[in-house]
């Protein structure tokens, strides 16, 4: 038994270190070789992290994200971060919803999917599309360049405002509304995603026809690896 004199500090400790524990970084741990928290490697950028705070189309937090963080490969964020410093001149930013997803993410949207009479998202994020033909349609798969971690889903913001630039669709949107190079869109909204496009294919990005937000590091350093590391 601990002498009186000894138990209170040690108690102290005790609780002090409880409460350490508790108020930990979200982003603590250590990540793979090559990967960086984005949040940490560039701080200026917005950040909505959709699949952790749960307003996506699964309608939850998704399987992975553990934490409110983008993660993504070293070359991807480098790159990244030079579009950053190239919209700040214009008073503009960028706002990040989503980067590496981790392979227990893509299954859960698998999973998702398959639920054809859980609905509840439809009128955000799908209202002319027939669940049923999630697959069909390539809006699900079973695979992801997300998991490969150089894909990052964004958007451009007002930095006097934060107001999102019109993009003519919500991010995760199904339907043709969010091909980049739909032509029914108006004039202000196809300016505004050329914008996006432009600037990230001139820091070697390049987009993915079917969603305006989705963009791919041309020389992405892990071309064949689906990576299923937590987000923390």
Excluded: C
Excluded at 67 to 78: C, D, N, Q
Excluded at 130 to 153: C, E, M, P, Q, W
Excluded at 159 to 187: C, Q, R, V, Y
Aim: proline share 7%; hydrophobic share 40%.
């Amino acid at each position: 038994m601990f002498p009186r004199t000894q138990l209170f500090p040690r108690l102290l400790f005790s609780i002090l270190a409880f409460t350490l524990l508790l108020t930990a970084p979200a982003f603590a741990g250590e990540l793979p070789k090559s990967f960086v928290r984005l949040n940490q490697f560039i701080p200026d950028a917005t950040y909505d992290i959709r699949y952790y705070n749960g307003h996506n189309f699964v309608g939850e937090r998704v399987d992975g994200y553990t934490a409110p963080v983008v993660i993504l490969t070293t070359e991807a964020a480098t790159a990244l971060k030079q579009v950053q410093t190239n919209l700040k001149p214009f008073n503009l930013g960028l706002k990040i919803f989503d980067g590496y997803r981790p392979q227990q993410a893509v299954d859960h949207f698998a999973r998702w999917a398959k639920d054809i009479n859980d609905t509840r998202t439809k009128p955000e994020f799908y209202p002319d599309v027939d669940k049923r033909n999630l697959f069909r349609d390539g809006y699900i798969a079973a695979k992801s360049g997300h998991s490969r971690g150089s894909t990052v889903d964004l958007t451009i913001i007002d930095l006097a405002t934060k107001t999102e630039l019109d993009m003519g669709t919500p991010f995760d949107f199904f339907g043709p509304k969010s091909w980049p190079d739909n032509k029914s869109i108006p004039p202000e909204v196809r300016a505004n995603r050329a914008l996006l496009q432009t600037i990230m294919r001139n820091n070697g990005f390049k987009h993915l026809k079917e969603e305006w937000w989705h963009f791919t590091l041309k020389n992405e350093p892990y071309t064949d690896t689906y990576f299923n590391f937590p987000i923390n």
